[in-house]
């Protein structure tokens, strides 16, 4: 909260938040990108600020299957994975608006990537290896990563997913600093993407003249 003051004064974010709700009618605000990128930790606070539901497409999957997905994809594999989660996705953004974390694999999917598409406003959260390390060694639930040295899985991820995430209708970088800052940086480029930073612009420049925009 005291970041968010700190960035644009209360009114400002106020109005620019109830704004994006506006411009999004029924679409879903969703978080790709690879795993340990911060997608459910800064999903979960944006969907906060904007008083938006927000649905985690993993813990979607795990609820239908009944199964973790470690034991999905031990049981059936990855491939049976990845058909359940392209099912998922496309029922979930039929819920909006709301804010939707991804697997890191979903966009990968073409059919997934033309629904998103048509249903909702992309966001990747765009992180370094360094980043992405430090995030993922903290948990071990992510059967990608428990086979082979996670900084070559990752790398090779990075290689191959890269290109595609980057076809994202947003990009935001993903640093080592507090969620809340990345989520100011999503909300803002939100605002931008959508059309109505206007107001926000203008009504931090007749409040605090000379205040610069946060990039
Ligand atoms: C995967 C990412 C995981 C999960 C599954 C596969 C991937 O989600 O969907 O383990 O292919 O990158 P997170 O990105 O939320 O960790």
Redesign the pocket.
């Known amino acids: 909260m005291t970041l968010r003051l700190a960035e644009h004064n209360k009114d400002d974010r106020e109005r620019q938040l109830a704004e994006i709700r506006q411009s999004l009618g029924g679409r879903s605000i969703v978080l790709i ?5 911060g ?2 930790a800064v999903g979960r606070r944006l969907a906060n600020w904007l008083n938006l539901t927000f649905t ?3 813990s979607e ?1 795990e609820e239908a299957a009944g199964q973790t ?1 470690t034991e999905i ?1 031990a049981e059936h594999g990855e491939a049976y ?1 990845r058909e359940g ?1 392209r099912k998922v996705i496309a029922r979930l953004l039929e819920g909006g608006p709301q804010v939707l ?6 966009y ?1 999917n073409p059919e997934t990537r033309a629904a998103i598409k048509a249903r909702g406003v992309s966001i990747w959260l765009k992180a370094d290896l360094r980043v992405l390390l430090k995030r ?1 060694g903290r948990r071990d ?4 990563l428990a086979v082979g040295d996670p900084e070559a899985v990752m790398k090779k ?1 990075m290689a191959e997913r890269g290109p595609i995430y980057a076809e994202a209708d947003i990009i935001v970088e993903s640093r080592d600093v507090p969620h809340d800052v990345i989520v100011s940086a999503v909300a803002d480029a939100l605002a931008a993407k959508l059309g109505c930073d206007a107001v926000l612009t203008r009504g931090a420049q007749a409040a605090k003249p000379g205040r610069k925009k946060v990039q």
């Open positions: 990108g690879l795993m340990g990128a997608k459910t985690d497409a993993d999957i997905i994809f994975f989660e974390a991804t697997g890191g694999g979903a990968m993922v639930h992510r059967p990608l991820l």
